[in-house]
Each structure stands twice: as C-alpha cells, then as structure tokens.
C-alpha cells in the first residue's frame, strides 16, 4: 500500500528527523501562532489558541516566481499510478494540469506487493518516450537502475511525499519539511480538546515500533504535545507490520488500553492504519477514546462524521500535489528551479466532525487550481 511504502520510507529520514525537532522547538510560525514553548500563560490556551489558525485551508499559493519561458509542446509526462483512492485523485489533478499545458499524460500501474514493478514500470515509460516522470513516494533503491536511466537520458522524475529530495530533479510535499508544523497542528488538536474536556491527554501513538525510531512526523507530535502540557504524555502502542496494513491493528489497540486504561487518545500516522479501530474502541467498552492522525480516505472522514469519536484529522490537497508536480516538470524542461519545492512546508489544515466538509471525497484547497497555475505558467 501507499501508506506502507511511506512509513518506510521514514527509516532513512532519523537523523533529519531528529535535526528538525530540535531546531523547529519554539520558532514563531509563519501564520503567526506560536510554539507553546514559546507562550507565556496557559499551556493548553495556547494550544487553543493555535488549533484556531489550523482549522482553515490556506487560500492563496506561496509567492513562487512565474515562468516566462516558451512552454515547450509535445510533452508526455508519465505517472506511475498506485491503483488506490489518493492516486486516482492525484492523476485527476495531473490530467487537467498537463492539459492546461496542451500536453499529454500517460499512466502506468505499479503494484506494491511486487517492488520490482517500480523499476521495471520506469524502464517501461522511459522507453515508451517519457519526456516527464511523476510518482509518490516510493524507497528510490527499488528503482535505481531506471532512476539513473532518467538521468542520463535527460528526464525529469518528481516524487510525490519524498524524503529523499537529492534523489530526485524536485519533490513536493516533503515528508522532512512537514513533519514539525504537522505534528504542532495535530498536538495543538488533542490538547485543545483535552482542555475542553477537563482531561489530562495520554496518547497511544499507533505503529510500527521500526517505523516509530524515525518517524520524523510522530517526533514531532510527541514533542509538542509535552511543549503545550507538560504532565501530558505519548506512549507507543506497536503494531505488528502485517496488523497496520490489513485492518487489524485494533488487536494491538485493545490490548494496550485494557493493560494502560489511562490512555485517552489515540495518533494514526496514516489514516488507512485506523480502519477497523473505532468500532472496536465501541463495542470494547472503550468509547470515550477519542483519536486524531493525518491523511485519511474518505473512508475516515465519514466515521468522524459521527460525534464523538475524532479530535480531527489532518488533510492535505492531492490535486494541489498534482499541479504542483507538472510546475517542477515544466521549470526543469524550462530551465529554471526545479527543487523549488523540496524545502516547502505543504498546505494542511486540521478538519474535525463539525467542519463543513464532503466525506465522499478528499478535500482540496479553496482555490482554482486551473486558473492559479494558469497565471503561474503564463497560460489561460
């Protein structure tokens, strides 16, 4: 699964991981909140105060310069599709982007449950004529036999949700650059909502403990929920590999709440990893456990629908990935920065179950991504 490759993706990323924690603790945020570390007063007020500018989706881009080059014709770029909810949408949004574009898109099926496939499928579009390549996130030595093949002939390869931005001619939605501001935003969520409840947060972080060593986004949340209550606390709750990615890591859930009853919260790195848990938390006895994590499906978003059982969930805008991935093509065939994005913090925002939200869908900014890019790119 996509999630899957992601997490594991982290356990090259625990040096970065642990640089950033350190340096991002008490730095002012660029939408004007503060770390806790650095209010004065009440700790959980402050993490009230801050959940307040994460609940809305940014409405404009970052001031990127505009490309005033000829766009070159011609183009195909390639996709290597994953053949789940989050990749459709994504090939969505590459569609309508290289079509603004006048170029053409190409999409190819990688399987997960075969890591040769990446390597053999990146050969494939590179001899098909690939002038373009665009994948999520993906461990680079699973194809680096086509990765240098793509370099020496002169194409471009963007990955979606990297933490391995020299392995790539640009990346977007950098796992590294994300993890601080994203862990605040969901530890700002639980002890906003622990506060409200008059409750002391305990919160059993739900992974692999392999995944967890490095996990630069789970440190992150670990640390700022400390930095906003200090007699708060976050414990690991390991579960197996195999449980996480097939819907059984309620087993390891349960039995962790019935050995430490004063866990009250739960944290999902990835939104899939939760399937099965709440109907298990309900019918255990367990009701009152309240969770938050990042990247559902929809699937997700429709059983926060029902009150109760969610802090939130942290969103963030597939399509969005999808235009931004055809910038960096087109400044890389262009001449210009193609890593213009590798060191960008991604457009997130915490959506919980009174939010106005589609849970058939995953939600994407407030923007007309057509006519933004448009003027970005000097096309209508």
Known sequence: MIWEGRLRRLAAVATVGALLVVSACGDDDDDGTTSAAAANGDDASQAQADLAGFLDPPGAMPDWPAITAEIPQDVVV??????NETSA????????????????????????????????????????????IVMT???????????????????????????EPDAFAGVVDSIAANADKWGQMMAAAVIADAEAKGDTAHVGTVTAAQFAQSDVTLQAFNDHITEYCPDCSTELIDAP????????ASNSVISALQRNPDINYLFFGFGPTSIGVRGALDSTG???????????????LQEMKDPGGAVGWLVAPNQFDAFASIDVVLRALTGGDPTIHNDETWPAWILQEDSDFDATTLPELPIDYTETFGALWGVS
């Open 286 to 300: 367990f009701e009152s456990v309240r969770t938050i994590g990042q990247l559902p499906t929809p699937t997700q």
């Open 241 to 248: 590999v195999a449980e996480l990615f097939s819907g059984q």
């Open 78 to 83: 390639y996709y290597l599709a994953r053949g």
């Open 137 to 163: 996130t993906a461990d680079s030595v699973m194809f680096s036999e086509a990765l240098a093949a793509a370099e020496d002939a002169g194409i471009p390869v963007v990955q979606i949700g990297s933490t």
């Open 89 to 132: 949408i994504i090939e969505d949004g590459l569609e309508s982007a290289t079509g603004l574009l006048g170029w053409d898109l190409e999409s190819l099926t990688v399987s997960d449950t075969d890591p040769t496939s990446f390597n053999s499928t990146m050969l494939s579009a590179i001899q098909a004529g690939a002038d373009a």
